[in-house]
């Protein structure tokens, strides 16, 4: 069995009985969609899909570090979870828990930064069911991820794939600002009022 084949048996016993907080489908459907689109972007190495399958196992679930590697995945496969695992923010303001983790998304390896677009494109495909002051919030948010990685990227093919889901969600993101009275220009004075 690959790797990433065993980590989609974690993650669909991990988050059985789970539903997504905005759609209420069951929660699996979301780390599948992300495994299918890094599929799609030509993604091969079995840690990295492996990774698609579990990223919101640690946070979402009482699977630890050390269950994941017990279980027979891989080091490799635990350290890019753990990248894409939002620190604990206990008594912080949302403000500051999105800038500590987008803030280390920034020094993360390519492939984190690839696989946290690709999660980040999913959940925007469901936000249109939300309140529009939280579809501009979180569009704002995203582009703030976004261009923050940019910055950081080489020339790696890897890195060439980062900047190009960046560029996809901030158009995305631009759109739902625009389509709830937004313009650019008034993104970017908004965020540190989050």
Known sequence: ????????????????GQKRKISGDP?????????????????IYDDALA?????DVLEDTDVSEKDLLRQGISERAVNIVKWLTKPEGKGLKRFERKYRYFDRLRMAPAIVMVLKLLDRLDNM?????????????????????????????????????????????VLLSRKVLKENGYSAVVERNLLPLV
Do not use: C, N
């Open 27 to 43: 929660y699996i459907i979301h780390p599948m969609r992300v495994f299918i689109a890094a599929q799609k972007y030509t993604i």
């Open 51 to 55: 990774a698609a399958w579990l990223h």
């Open 125 to 169: 495909s469901d936000i249109k069911d939300q309140e529009p002051d939280f579809q501009r919030l979180y569009a704002m948010e995203s582009i703030w991820m976004a261009e923050s990685m940019l910055h950081f990227l080489g020339v790696s093919d890897m890195e060439e794939l980062a900047q190009h889901l960046s560029d996809r969600v």
């Open 1 to 16: 069995m690959k790797v990433y084949e065993l980590a989609e048996v974690i993650a669909r016993k991990a988050h059985h």
